[in-house]
């Protein structure tokens, strides 16, 4: 192996090369090829293309001149060595009068000797000109086309560390910028878990307050079908009072007679009977309630029978059903059981009625609602249920379990109502809730429960 050969070999395994370290890279080119070359001077020249001037990177022996920031040259004065350059490994020049003609004016203030003789080789970076390396001999002689080569290939190693530097100071931007996004993506996820968690939280208070006003309005309407069974019995019991009196006053007086007792004990009969019939439908009442309200603050399944349970619901809303002239049916085996969250099922029916009594019948038209329940074949329960009332618009139909959709929202509503409901039915109950498209004068709400 020549000499020329060991030293591109060095150089080419330098990891100063490879790791784009340009400073220490050029430094080591450069006293390379001095040495390899026996040169008076080396060095490397790079272009900025958006001035059109060239200015010395680095050089051996150091030149303030060259390395001077403001020693800059106007390339463009001499267009044949930049074509040159373009086409060819190297350009050499084997004296003054060669220099002179085919090189660019000497990049130093100082004066050109004679006996001058200079190797340019092209360094490029993705297939363009971006600089030279220079070679210098101060004593006239004739380049040979092997230190020709030579110096090519060093001039292809400065453009191989300017592009590993690029690569590497790229990559450093990418890292950076993957630490910032990374950053990013960690503070933007932590907000939209706290806004997630805040959105969960807000829902759960939506649908608590849906909860309590559901059982407010049962309240409500208890309160008023209690307050009549228990107004007659207030008035019977009163009644017989006062029959009782007059007859224990005439007993005292001895002036009761048979005809007197018997005409106290056939109303006193009655009247006890009146009061024992309203005193039971009032107990009823509040036993229905108290479970109603039970099962809507209890989150576990358990197994019960599906009639008594509507059946039960429906009597607590007697009282709007009869506000509204609405009449409410019931079609449902009287033994069928079934097995799911019975306070997520009152929420459900509680909802879908008072959903039809304030959007469906908003007229106070009168109308029905029908709750009919069938089983099915793969043991799952089907539950229809329908009204007679104004019906959903067709284009309003996609929406209605969208949250938010609502249209009365100048009128406080929320448009979560049916949402929360869906998601009861299909998250919670493991269901599914769909609006059936059988009559669009019908409103019908098909409900599948395992």
Known sequence: M?????????????KEVDDGIIFSAARSIVKYA????????????????????????????????????????????CPELIEHLKSSRYVISNGLSEYQSSSLAYLSDANIDPTLSVIDCPIRYDGELIGLLRCESDVEREWADDEGRFLANL????????????WQSAEGSLQLAN??????????????????????LTQNQLVEAKKMAALGGLVSGIAHEINTPIGICITSISHIKSKAEELEARFLSGEI?????????????????L???????????VKNFKQIAVDQHIDETSRFNLHEKLESLIISFRHELKIKSVSMTLNCPHTLYITTFSGALDQVITNLTMNALHHGFSENTGGTIIIEVSEQADDSVRLKFSDN??????????????????????????????????????????????????????????????
């Open 2 to 14: 020549s000499e020329l050969d060991d030293i591109l070999l060095k150089v080419s395994l330098s």
């Open 34 to 77: 001095q040495s390899g070359l026996a040169a008076s001077s080396t060095s490397i020249w790079l272009m900025d293309a958006s001035v059109h001037e060239i200015s010395c990177f680095f050089s051996e022996p150091e030149s303030e001149s060259f390395t001077n920031p403001n020693h800059a040259v106007d390339y463009t004065a």
């Open 155 to 166: 001039a292809d190693m400065v453009g191989r560390a300017l592009l590993a530097q690029r």
């Open 179 to 200: 630490k910032q996004l990374e950053k990013k993506v960690v503070l933007r996820t932590r907000e939209l878990s706290e806004t997630l968690e805040n959105l969960y």
């Open 257 to 273: 007679t048979e005809e007197d007792l018997t005409s106290f004990l056939k109303p006193a009969k009655e009247t006890l009977e």
């Open 275 to 285: 009061s024992q019939h309203h005193l039971q439908r009032t107990a009823n009442l």
């Open 389 to 450: 009332g104004c019906g959903i618009p067709i284009e309003n139909r996609r929406k209605i379990f969208d949250p938010f959709f609502t249209t009365r929202r100048n009128e406080g509503g929320t448009g979560l109502g049916l949402n929360i409901l869906f998601n009861l039915v299909t998250h919670k109950m493991r269901g599914t809730f769909n609006l059936s498209d059988e009559q669009q004068n019908q409103t019908i709400f098909e409900i599948m429960l395992p």
